[in-house]
């Protein structure tokens, strides 16, 4: 079974930064493609970025240039640095495969006000 749990939400003006963490068990994070999806208020989840088991990264237009995904496997754990946040980044934010599998975590909130 596939555990997710992922932290490091807070709340944070515009133009700071956070780093999110997902500790993922039960999968082998450097034989899959990993990714960060985020959900806003009264919206859709939606794809943030990606990395796969070559550690090649894509990002979502509205992240490029200031999110950066990674992985430790020796840790199994897969991080999502933001920078330059903004208002419209608020959201609650999981990890999964790509594409997702049925299990999500409870995900990790990350407010962005002014």
């Known amino acids: 079974q596939v555990r997710l749990v992922e932290s490091g939400g807070d709340l944070v003006q515009p133009g700071g930064s956070l780093r999110l963490s997902c500790a993922v068990a039960?999968?082998?994070?450097?034989?899959?493609?990993m990714a960060w999806y985020r959900q806003a208020p009264e919206k859709q989840r939606e794809w943030v970025a990606t990395i796969t088991s070559g550690r090649d990264p894509t990002y979502a237009d509205s992240v490029t240039g200031r999110f950066t995904i990674s992985r430790d496997s020796a840790r199994s754990t897969v991080y999502l640095q933001m920078d330059n946040l903004k208002p419209e980044d608020t959201a609650i934010y999981y990890c999964?495969?790509?594409?997702?599998?049925?299990?999500w975590g409870q995900g990790t909130q990350v407010t962005v006000y002014s």
């Open positions: 039960g999968l082998r994070i450097s034989f899959n493609s």
């Open positions: 999964n495969t790509r594409p997702p599998r049925g299990d």
